[in-house]
């Protein structure tokens, strides 16, 4: 199976966004007003809240827009960690 050649531009656009959000959240600043702003939104919070059989489905469907919005910034904050590291020299390739 051939896979098409990735997008470059997206790739680099992808990449720069990720350094925005690593330059934005990753001093200790940026580390507190992320764990501020998940306490206040409550995302440690399982999705369904209430009664058994009386879930309120708008809220839950609120509650896990929250949740993931915090899932994602987190997610590219580690990919633009590793992508900022030095990679070791491979002899293999030139």
């Given at each position: 199976?051939?896979?098409?050649?990735?997008?470059?531009?997206?790739?680099?656009?992808?990449r720069a966004e990720r350094r925005r959000l690593l330059n934005l959240f990753g001093t200790a600043d940026?580390?507190?007003?992320?764990?501020?702003?998940?306490?206040?939104?409550?995302?440690?919070?399982?999705?369904?809240?209430?009664?058994?059989?009386?879930?309120?489905?708008?809220?839950?469907?609120?509650?896990?827009?929250?949740?993931?919005?915090?899932?994602?910034?987190?997610?590219?904050?580690?990919?633009?960690?590793?992508?900022?590291?030095?990679?070791?020299?491979?002899?293999?390739?030139?």
């Open positions: 199976m051939i896979l098409p050649a990735p997008d470059t531009k997206a790739v680099e656009r992808a940026g580390q507190q007003v992320l764990a501020d702003l998940e306490a206040r939104f409550e995302t440690h919070l399982p999705v369904f809240q209430g009664q058994a059989g009386s879930y309120d489905p708008l809220d839950a469907m609120r509650r896990d827009a929250h949740r993931e919005v915090f899932l994602v910034i987190r997610h590219q904050l580690k990919l633009a960690r590793k992508e900022s590291q030095p990679t070791p020299y491979n002899e293999n390739h030139d």
